[in-house]
T-cell receptor
Framework: DTAVSQTPKYLVTQMGNDKSIKCEQN?????MYWYKQDSKKFLKIMFSYNNKELIINETVPNRFSPKSPDKAHLNLHINSLELGDSAVYFC?????????????FGPGTRLTVL | SQKIEQNSEALNIQEGKTATLTCNYTNYSPAYLQWYRQDPGRGPVFLLLIRENEKEKRKERLKVTFDTTLKQSLFHITASQPADSATYLCALVMDSNYQLIWGAGTKLIIKP
């Protein structure tokens, strides 16, 4: 059983396009996250949702918009893609907000903007 | 400035030996520290969590220490095996918002 799943695994697109990445978790967790991992391997938090409510919104261009239709799903929509958006994007979830507990990660989506 | 540093070079260890990875931080006061393992093309997988009032935590062949005075955590793998080869990431957990701040990871290579 896949705990945190993301689609697609790979996304290759042209500059200026709009794309979405979907994430689903079947762990019953309340909190979900989007991270960006750049070429230097740093993981940087982008957004965090707790039970469909946005709780962390780091300095991310407003071309990036998360959407949480329910607490099991957190999608990421990116408008007007730029070369610098190329990275691996990870979705993650954790049981409770403010618990400091472990996070469970999806397999990642490698986005390449040409 | 705030930063987290892990060994930037890959660490090569002979099978059977103990591998020790370092996570140093400056200008942070984390409530917790977590260690994750990341294999190529995959997401990080949680290994251990240690709280600021804990000196040491163990799980099977893994041991983590946390020295808030030195602002350092050490991650040990005893009796290392080639299957332990991966990148290991440390993450500080701030008690203000429980956000994770990540190091860049250390690539560990265990040679048979």
């Amino acid at each position: 059983d896949t705990a945190v799943s993301q689609t697609p695994k790979y996304l290759v697109t042209q500059m200026g396009n709009d794309k979405s990445i979907k994430c689903e978790q079947n762990l019953g967790h309340d909190t979900m996250y989007w991270y960006k991992q750049d070429s230097k391997k740093f993981l940087k938090i982008m957004f965090s949702y707790n039970n469909k409510e946005l709780i962390i919104n780091e300095t991310v261009p407003n071309r990036f918009s998360p959407k949480s239709p329910d607490k099991a799903h957190l999608n990421l929509h990116i408008n007007s893609l730029e070369l610098g958006d190329s990275a691996v994007y990870f979705c993650a979830s954790s049981p409770l907000r403010g618990s400091g507990d472990e996070q469970f990660f999806g397999p990642g989506t490698r986005l390449t903007v040409l | 400035s705030q930063k987290i540093e892990q060994n930037s070079e890959a660490l090569n260890i002979q099978e059977g030996k103990t591998a020790t990875l370092t996570c140093n931080y400056t200008n942070y006061s984390p409530a917790y520290l977590q260690w994750y393992r990341q294999d190529p093309g995959r997401g990080p997988v949680f290994l251990l969590l240690i709280r600021e009032n804990e000196k040491e935590k163990r799980k099977e062949r893994l041991k983590v220490t946390f020295d808030t005075t030195l602002k350092q955590s050490l991650f040990h793998i005893t009796a290392s095996q080639p299957a332990d080869s991966a990148t290991y990431l440390c993450a500080l957990v701030m008690d203000s918002n429980y956000q994770l701040i990540w190091g860049a990871g250390t690539k560990l290579i265990i040679k048979p």
